[in-house]
């Protein structure tokens, strides 16, 4: 019994230092990896996110809903990390808006030649009124 116990108490201080370890690196709001056409795109201080691609006339590609899962409950900040493979899309010109409850963000990618790059600073940001009680 106390063999389960102080496997146990060990298990859980191991899963505490990789999340944490996990989440205290600060990267980039966007990166891209230039040799396929994939994107990795990370919104920071969010919860929750609906993320929407279109093209260059406005038609929407894909949508969906991001969440969070928040292991440490003593750190505050959130960030939400997800890739796209832009293998199926043509070349051309895409945007990614990620909107949240306080802001919504557009950024540009540019799919060239097998090569998919998001830019690093929004080309749109436009913040919501939140209402405080």
Do not use: C, Q, R, W
Not at 7 to 32: F, P
């Amino acid at each position: 019994m106390k063999k389960i116990l102080k496997l146990s108490i060990v298990l859980v201080v191991v899963l505490l230092a990789m999340n944490t370890h996990a989440t205290s690196h600060k990267t980039a709001k966007a990166e891209s990896f230039s040799s396929k056409k994939m994107v990795t795109f990370a919104i920071k201080d969010v919860n929750k996110a609906e993320v929407s691609m279109y093209d260059s006339n406005d038609k929407l590609l894909h949508i969906e809903n991001l969440y969070t899962l928040n292991l440490n409950p003593l750190k505050s900040s959130e960030k939400i990390v997800k890739t796209y493979d832009l293998n199926p899309l043509a070349d051309g010109v895409y945007y990614l808006v990620a909107d949240s409850k306080t802001k919504v963000e557009k950024y540009e990618i540019l799919v060239v030649n097998g090569t998919a790059t998001i830019m690093s600073a929004p080309s749109l940001v436009v913040h919501k009124t939140v209402a405080v009680k």
